[in-house]
């Protein structure tokens, strides 16, 4: 978990360096329904959401937050097998509980792997990655 990030700031500086590569891009599904549950309950999702795809992701990749409960990971690879393979990977925990007090509430994530093209301003690169998160939800 020490590779998490919450700064956009270092994440555009990151998208410079890595101008190629691929991101994975995660959402929680039915986050309204964990809060109504209780609002510790959608902060244990949101941390369970990154310690997945922390523990998928290879030792250069680097989790960042880049909304309430929407995340990414620029991957250090050009290659989108690469990313596939993270995306799966967190896709197949989908289901899986976490603890809340008595209960088991399973997490189910949006995810989806992509390639920020053409994007050299800050908020271009940010709306290109909401933008990539709200396809992957049709």
Do not use: W
């Amino acid at each position: 978990m020490q590779r998490r990030h919450v700064d956009i700031n270092e994440l555009y500086d990151l998208f410079q360096e890595r101008k190629d590569c691929f991101f994975v891009l995660c959402d929680i599904k039915h986050m309204t329904a964990i809060n109504d549950i209780s609002r510790k309950a959608g902060d244990l999702a949101i941390l369970e959401q990154m310690r997945r795809m922390t523990a998928v992701s290879g030792e250069e990749d680097i989790t960042f937050r880049i909304g309430g409960d929407e995340f990414c990971i620029p991957t250090s690879s050009s290659d989108q097998t690469y990313a596939e393979q993270i995306a799966e990977k967190i896709r197949g925990m989908n289901g899986q509980t976490f603890s809340y007090e008595n209960q088991e509430i399973p997490l189910n994530l949006y995810i989806t792997a992509v390639s920020i093209k053409e994007c050299s301003r800050y908020d271009e690169v940010f709306a290109g990655l909401h933008n990539a998160l709200k396809a992957s939800k049709v």
